[in-house]
């Protein structure tokens, strides 16, 4: 072994024979446990940033562990390449937008694009290690996942699940299509209580304070609450609506609040969820203010054309203009806004498809309890989102780069026309029913031109998954083979998806197979910059690139880091982690450098007699492992690093390598069956060590086993091999040793106080106990003790000792030692 680790020779080595290899290539193999993971698909729409490292890290520390316990480990890798992310990706990276091209060349382009792009991020996943299945891939808008979606949407319209409905929508007026409520985000953000004058019937004022002052050509009524004594004689009255003239009735409702604002407000189609509410409750008129594009309609006068910041200034001046404007207060409040652009969120009348979860709300609460969380306090974070759930989920997107509904409109008998099984995939505006419509045989046929939100396609990543294990996708969630293959084993995934990704998935599970999708869900934290906001692509604050962090630090080293952070915590870029990582790289390479010198002649078998020191080691590895298994079944990556951490450094490099080196040097000093068990615990407990770092450290440890193990154990790769469970149970040498250990440790002390090297001859070593026991326990490891400290010569004594100490008598160094007060402070 060369004296430095060569990091890029030899991490390209080992990536190349994994992937020649096929090492984690995923055979059907009925004699081990399946252990599928549910692999987040990572949004193709740019380049990948420092928090996919993180999060899909600690996912495949997780994988590794799992095959090295025997498990039949299915883990596939997704790319999430259709919908509104790619658009714009596409739209940015080529100067040009979905709307001036046609159809088909744009998505012709985003396909191509998204390919190049799937590429990038796997070339980059490999070079950090993730050891999954190359071969078994998918992409969301594969023809392929094109057809598992259009049958999830055939499967639970058949069954009355999904809905068609004119309604007011959720719509981004910028990215322009409606969202779902889980696509939203509140920010705060400031703003103004406007005092508009309205006038009822007899000429009076009525003061109205709202922060959307532009909306007043929207206005259909006026709201009091029915207890507030100010508004009572309103009762079946109208206002005039200034500036525009029209007037509107004045009613009372619960939803009012009387202390917000003046306890008058007005209803505008729409302004929020009460106006929605109040214009289907009273049967109100819909009036549209805010077109499709962002703009104020023809119908709103003065306004028309403006977008939303111009036409509130305007109507601002047109109330001014007409003494109409009381007065304004300065307030903050929470805005809803869509969390792919960030700017706020218009209600707009959309005929859409909707599936209906409101109605099933309480079976959605229940299915979480039967799912593990890691950690358990996300299940919380689920179930607020389940609670106050006020939308039904809007499958539709006024997009182009997405998967179609597969649903034709008969324009002579409006009937709806939905594909069947046998047809999907179909893009219905590229191919249309040949027998025409089954109504009434017209062929006059119109394609439904809405895409599906992009969490449809990704809420079915298990069947997807089950497609790549089985290759079949007829009949998706019908099969022997999905119901076979759900639930599955684990989804990893960030918290901010849980209301997204985890929901939406159970949702689908739930309704297509009455099943769970996985038996564990494992929850990760953000990567936060140093303003402390989650670093993402669409933030635009990643100030670490990958590829660049790739050539400053070994993928080992940064995997290191990925594993500091606690599950389900966010935890802040720490570049000292890094060179935390660093040395334990550097002392992995050096430590092994030594065990290979000595574990060439080992034995293959474990020696009858392994002795105290050996015993001692054996003993504490075993319990290291027992812990470490614990915490990575827990998910607990962190806890199980730290606790192999400490076993290493303290244990095995500190106090037994330094032990056992005048056994190992000076052979003759010591009886061949010592010297023969030395070598095969160190051989032994060595690869255990690479096997619990392998994990963490696929590289380094996968290099360090084919020079030091793989001839003589025979296994292609280090992350193929399992734990062995054998369990070494040695009370009497652990207390032996630990004696041992402070006799050292004590000797130390005194040379680094008289600032002599460690290595400096004693002449004598004079060890003081009143219990004979405790000296005769000595007498075996003599020359392991005279090795260990230099000592010349062990002198044993029941005598008082005035004090511990280090001396100098003429020429020579001698040394005393209290054991019974050493081992008393020790324990």
């Known amino acids: 072994m060369d004296t430095k680790y060569d990091q890029q020779l030899c991490d390209k080595r080992v990536a190349q024979q994994w992937q020649q290899e096929q090492t984690f290539a995923f055979t059907q193999n009925f004699e081990n446990e399946l252990f599928s993971i549910d692999t987040p698909p990572p949004t193709v729409s740019g380049s990948l940033h420092i928090g996919h490292i993180f999060s899909y890290t600690q996912t495949d520390i997780i994988a590794r562990f799992k095959r090295m316990c025997g498990k039949n480990v299915f883990y596939p890798f997704g790319f999430d390449d259709n919908g509104l992310a790619t658009e714009r990706f596409v739209e940015k990276k080529h100067g040009v937008t979905g709307y001036s091209m046609q159809r088909s060349a744009f998505i012709k382009l985003c396909l191509e694009q998204s390919k190049a792009s799937a590429q990038e991020f796997q070339n980059l996943w490999q070079q950090i290690g993730i050891s999954a299945d190359w071969s078994k891939t998918y992409s969301t808008i594969s023809p392929e996942s094109q057809k598992i979606s259009q049958s999830s949407f055939v ?3 058949n069954k009355g699940y999904i809905y068609r409905k004119e309604e007011p929508a959720l719509y981004c007026t910028s990215c322009f299509t409606s969202v779902a409520q889980a696509e939203l985000d509140d920010i705060e953000m400031p703003s103004h209580f406007n005092d508009i004058i309205f006038k009822d019937e007899l000429g009076n004022e009525l003061c109205v304070a709202t922060t959307r002052p532009e909306l ?12 507030d004594a100010r508004y009572q004689h309103l009762k079946n009255i109208n206002a005039t609506v200034p500036v525009f003239g029209n007037t509107v009735p004045v009613l009372a409702d619960e939803l009012v609040s009387p202390e917000k604002g003046t306890g008058l407000v007005m209803c505008c189609t729409f302004g929020d969820k009460n106006d929605i509410a109040w214009f289907k409750k009273y049967s109100l008129p819909y009036r549209q203010s805010v077109g499709f594009d962002g703009k104020w309609t023809a119908k709103t006068g003065e306004l028309a054309g403006l977008r939303v910041e111009a036409a509130r200034k305007k109507i601002l001046e047109l109330l001014t203009q007409a003494g109409a404007l009381k007065g304004q207060k300065s307030i903050v409040h929470a805005v809803n806004v869509h969390e792919r652009c960030k700017k706020p969120i218009e209600y707009i009348v959309l005929t859409q498809w909707f599936l209906n979860i409101l109605n099933h709300k309480e079976e959605f609460l229940k299915i979480a309890d039967t799912i593990a969380w890691y950690p358990q306090f996300m299940k919380t974070r689920y179930r607020d989102w389940v609670e106050h759930l006020q939308w039904d989920w809007c499958l539709s997107r006024q997009r182009f780069y997405g998967i179609p509904f597969p649903v034709w409109h008969c324009q002579s008998c409006n009937f709806m026309i939905v594909a069947s099984q046998d047809m999907l995939p179909v893009d219905p505006q590229e191919t249309a029913p040949k027998s025409g419509c089954p109504q009434c045989s017209s062929t006059d046929l119109r394609a439904d031109t809405d895409v599906m939100d ?84 669409s933030q635009g604050n990643n100030p670490l690139d990958p590829e660049k962090l790739l050539e400053q630090y070994p993928a080992d080293v940064i995997r290191y880091w990925t594993a500091s952070g606690t599950l389900g915590q966010d935890v802040a870029f720490s570049e000292n982690q890094l060179k935390i990582g660093l040395k334990l790289q550097t002392k992995l390479w050096n430590a092994f450098r030594f065990v290979k010198e000595h574990i060439t002649t080992a034995p293959t078998e474990q020696p009858e007699n392994l002795g105290t020191l050996n015993e001692w080691l054996l003993h504490s590895a075993h319990e290291t492992f027992v812990a470490y298994h614990e915490q990575l079944e827990k998910n607990e990556f962190g806890h199980a690093l730290t606790t192999l951490e400490k076993f290493f450094w303290k244990d095995f490099c500190d106090n037994y390598l330094e032990l056992v080196k005048d056994c190992l040097f000076k052979p003759e000093r010591y009886s061949a069956d010592t010297v023969k068990a030395t070598q095969w615990t160190l051989s032994h407990v060595g690869l255990q060590l690479l096997q619990m770092f392998g994990p963490y450290m696929p590289f380094i440890t996968e290099t360090l086993y084919d020079a030091l193990y793989k001839a003589k154990i025979g296994c292609s790769s280090l992350h193929l091999t399992q734990f062995k469970t054998a369990e070494y149970n040695y009370p009497a040498s652990l207390a032996t040793t630990n004696m041992l250990l402070a006799i050292v440790a004590e000797v130390r002390r005194f040379k680094t106080e008289k600032q002599l090297s460690l290595k400096q001859p004693l002449s004598s070593l004079i060890l003081h106990s009143v219990h004979q026991e405790l000296l005769k326990k000595l007498v075996p490891h003599e020359q392991l003790i005279k090795g260990i400290t230099h000592a010349e010569s062990l002198v044993y004594s029941s005598g008082d000792i ?5 001396f100098q008598r003429e020429d020579v160094w001698l040394a005393e030692i209290d054991l019974d007060h050493i081992i008393t402070k020790e324990a």
């Open 155 to 157: 499967d639970l319209y």
């Open 216 to 227: 007043l050509s929207s206005c259909v009524a006026l709201f009091y609450h029915p207890d």
């Open 454 to 537: 992009t969490w449809n396609t990704s809420s079915l990543t298990p069947y997807i998954c089950s497609y790549l294990a089985s290759g079949k996708t007829n009949d998706p969630f019908n099969t022997s083979d999905a119901q076979k293959f759900l639930p599955m084993a684990m989804r990893p995934q960030a918290h901010d998806i849980i209301r997204t990704w985890a929901f939406y998935t159970i949702i689908k599970a739930h309704l297509h197979n009455n099943t769970i999708p996985w038996k564990s869900i494992v929850i990760s934290g953000h990567v936060l910059s140093s303003s402390k906001d989650k670093i993402s692509k």
């Open 802 to 806: 005035e004090s511990p100490r280090l």
